[in-house]
Nanobody, 119 residues
Framework: QVQLVESGGGLVQAGGSLRLSCAAS????????MGWYRQVPGNQRELVAG???????NYLDSVKGRFTISRDNAKNTVYLQMNSLKPEDTAVYYC?????????????WGQGTQVTVSS
């Protein structure tokens, strides 16, 4: 069984920074694409940033130039560095990964971490 465990959320003032981490644990798995989503109550979950196994990245337009996604394949971990945070970045952030366990691919989610940006 594979699990994604997130850390790094919290409360920060506008203009501040936070770094989210998400580590995958388990046995006999290979991680494909990874990403970070966020969700505000009443809204759909949206993709904030994604990164392929080869390191290609994509970002939500509103976070381009402020957020950076990266991954450490040796540690099975993905990061989201968030700079110049704005109140509209407030949301629950979820880690996501496409993982192959034996011959089966599946989509896995972290438990979510709250990010609150005060004005």
């Amino acid at each position: 069984q594979v699990q994604l465990v997130e850390s790094g959320g919290g409360l920060v003032q506008a203009g501040g920074s936070l770094r989210l981490s998400c580590a995958a644990s388990g046995s006999s798995f290979t991680i494909n694409n990874m990403g970070w989503y966020r969700q505000v109550p009443g809204n759909q979950r949206e993709l904030v940033a994604g990164i392929t196994s080869g390191g290609s990245t994509n970002y939500l337009d509103s976070v381009k130039g402020r957020f950076t996604i990266s991954r450490d394949n040796a540690k099975n971990t993905v990061y989201l560095q968030m700079n110049s945070l704005k109140p509209e970045d407030t949301a629950v952030y979820y880690c996501n990964a496409v993982i192959r366990v034996r011959a089966m691919f599946g989509t896995y989610w972290g438990q979510g971490t709250q990010v609150t940006v005060s004005s």
